[in-house]
């Protein structure tokens, strides 16, 4: 539970992760429209992960400016909303809008068998805490 000392801005933070999602999404049209075809699928996932983190870091540094987490804890809840946002919009547009069936879009998270769904959720996750954590000592 959330303590009264806690009054990390939730309700900003998470109509924010809208713009993670356009982050997200622009970063895959990029993807598609430029090097995505000639270096194949599983390569193109993984070199448009780096950009993606990156603008995500500075998506959440202009949030952490305006509007500072108060602690470790709210960032760490705020990470895990926007994972878990992050990952119902890419299995429900992928099932609903794309027609994928369920264990094709689950693949994308298998880090074992290469693909790199599963690092862009714990990057989502992390990054308020990093974020703040990298705030604080600057």
Do not use: C, Q
Not at 12 to 41: D, P
Not at 50 to 69: D, H, I, K, Q, S
Not at 79 to 84: C, H, K, P, Q, R
């Amino acid at each position: 539970m959330i303590g009264e000392r806690d009054s990390a801005p939730y309700g900003r933070y998470l109509a924010a992760s809208v713009g993670l999602m356009a982050i997200a999404t622009a970063n895959g049209v990029m993807r598609e429209l430029t090097y995505g075809k000639a270096v194949g699928e599983r390569v193109a996932h993984w070199a448009s992960l780096g950009p993606m983190v990156g603008l995500f870091a500075v998506y959440v540094n202009v949030l952490e400016r305006r509007w500072p987490l108060p602690s470790w804890r709210s960032a760490a809840t705020i990470g895990s909303v926007w994972a878990g946002i992050a990952a119902g919009f890419e299995l429900g547009v992928g099932h609903y809008v794309e027609r994928k069936n369920w264990s094709e879009l689950l693949r994308e998270y298998n880090l074992a068998a290469g693909r790199s769904g599963g690092l862009v959720l714990v990057a989502t996750a992390a990054m308020p805490a990093l974020v703040r954590v990298w705030r604080r000592r600057a």
